[in-house]
Structures are given as C-alpha cells and as structure tokens.
C-alpha cells in the first residue's frame, strides 16, 4: 500500500475512535447529569439524595417534659415549658427516626424543605403532642435555623421514604404510633407515677413497657432522671426491639444501662427555675 493512503487511514481511524470516545464521555455526563436530577426532584427516594440507602427501622423517640423542662433557662411563646398550667404532663414526641440495625441513620435525605402550611390540619395535636420544649432554633438541612418540627421533618422525615413519602404522612404517622402506644398510661398504671421525691427501679419501668408492648424500650436519662424513651418499630410498625448501646443523632450512648439502677420521672417544676433565675424573653 503507498505510504500516503496508510497515513490516511490511520488518521481516519483515529478521528472515528476519538469522535466515539467523545460520544462516550457525553452520554455518561449525560446520564450522571440525569441522575443527579432525579433525586433532586425525589424520583431516587429510595437511595436518598446524598445516596443513601433505605433505613431499617424506626426509632418513636419519645421525651419526658417533667426532666427536659428542668433545664429550661429562657421563656418564649414556642417553648411548651412555660405554658404554666398547660404545660404537658405526657411523655411528648421528639420525632420518628429511620435508623439502621447498624447503629448509624440516613439523614436529610432530599432537598425538600419543612413548609408549616401543609401540616395545619395538624397544628393543635402538634401542639400539644410534639411540642418545642425549647426556645432554641435547631439547624435545617440546607443551611439556616429553623423550628423543631422543621427540623425533625428535614432531618429524619425526609428519610422515612417509602413508608412516609411527604410531611403531612410523616407527622400524621407518626401522631397515630404515638396514640397507639401509649407510654404514659402504661407507666402510670404500672405505679410509675410522675413524682420529685420517689425513685424508680429501671427494671421496672423497662418490664412495664415489655409486657404492655411486647418490645424493650431504650431509655436515656440526665442527672438520674428519665429524659427519653424510645420505642421501636419494623417499617410495618410492629413493635421490636430497640438496638441496645447504640448513638443517638446527637452522639450520646443510648442504653437501658445509661440510666442509674433507680431513676426519677420529675413532675413539672414550674419552668424548672431555681428563685433568681427567671428569664423571661420574647425570643
Ligand atoms: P435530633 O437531631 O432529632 O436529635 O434533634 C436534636 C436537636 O433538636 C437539638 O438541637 C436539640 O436541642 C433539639 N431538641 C430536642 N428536643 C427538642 C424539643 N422538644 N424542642 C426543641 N428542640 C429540641
């Protein structure tokens, strides 16, 4: 073959591999491109914007206001703490969230943001139920403070797909374990009244919950008194097991061995105040 015409069509077959190759790069760039647009918009839920995968179970992480109010410092119209009289004497909601057997939890999941309109309906039992028990304002996925149940929504909502796929779901979920399993009626019919002088034995209060519910709660306690008490669910939300000895969102050892062989359940102090300390703001 002439030399010229060999030149020629190693050229020509070098341009035709660099035009597929180019091809190539364009249709993965593409497809990324597609991707990354499907779980902005929640078609790839499932995985979690941030590429995560489905949870495992669900945590109901539930607060005792009587311990959590005793540390209250500032007053505000979204602090439940200082309602007075109308302060809640109920174990009240944290939130409902995804978790892993692992022991780690899928967090802000999609881009979606807490919007307060889609839950009126759900406002007043909110309120009462799941209510903020502090004036501080917890962060948002996407930069920013917000309010408690913003943040519970962002955070953990958004990963409750597909058994929760929206807020309104996601809160009215959650309201209706809540009712299911009544907490504060098991204990208090099991002696395990609110009191600021009695102790309780933790076996106790744990064997309540097992018989009423068939499950092992976890419990968290400060300065020897109940804090939290979380209850566990398959996605079904039949009850199971709590993971013993993992972290909490916030990294603290959650176990029943957390808390002291006896624990108190405060009943509520009026904003948990000692005299001198009352600070009242608008904030
Ligand atoms: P989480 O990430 O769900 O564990 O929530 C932790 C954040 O919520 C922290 O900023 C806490 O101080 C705040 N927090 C926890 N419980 C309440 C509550 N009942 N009211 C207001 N903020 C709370």
Redesign the pocket.
Known sequence: MPLKLNKFLISLKMAIFSAQFASAVALIIAASLCLIEANQTGIGIEIGSRGQREFDYFNL?L?WPGT?CQHTRHCCSSNACCRGANSPTVF?I??L?PDYNDGTWPACCTQKSFDEKEISTLHDALEKYW????C?R??SCHGGKGS?WG??WE??GTCSSPVARDEYSYFLTTLNVYFKYNVTKVLNEAGYVPSNTEKYPLGGIVSAIQNAFRTTPKLLCKKGALEELHLCFYKDFKPRDCLIGST???GRLYSSSSCPDYVSIPAYASMGLGSGETEISSA
Do not use: C, R, V, Y
């Open positions: 992480a607060q959590f009240t944290h939130g969230w209510p903020s028990l502090s501080g917890p962060s408690f943040h519970e955070k953990h909490s969102p916030n």
